[in-house]
């Protein structure tokens, strides 16, 4: 099983994330039992559950990118 970035499970609402951790639990042992095949349907409910994380995660770089360009532009405007 594949855990997310810190970043994304920061980004997780309590019920996302409280799923997310029953389904890596399960996916470990269906791991440990050797059903591969059982863990990686596992693995795909993970990635589809993290999904919304990963936008917000982008919307948050977005965000501050914006916030960049504008301070960098206002630097340019108070050097005129």
Do not use: W
């Not at 994330?17 to 039992?33: H, I, K, P, T």
């Not at 982008?58 to 914006?66: C, L, M, P, Q, V």
Request: aromatic fraction near 8%.
């Amino acid at each position: 099983m594949r855990h997310c970035s810190v970043q994304v499970r920061g980004l997780l609402e309590r019920q996302e994330l409280d799923r997310y951790n029953a389904l890596m639990e399960v996916g470990f042992y269906l791991e440990s039992q050797e059903r591969y095949d059982l863990a990686y349907s596992i693995q795909q409910e993970v990635d589809l559950l993290i999904m919304p994380a990963i936008e917000r995660l982008k919307e948050k770089s977005r965000a501050r990118d914006a916030a960049t360009a504008e301070y960098l532009q206002s630097l340019r405007e108070d050097e005129n």
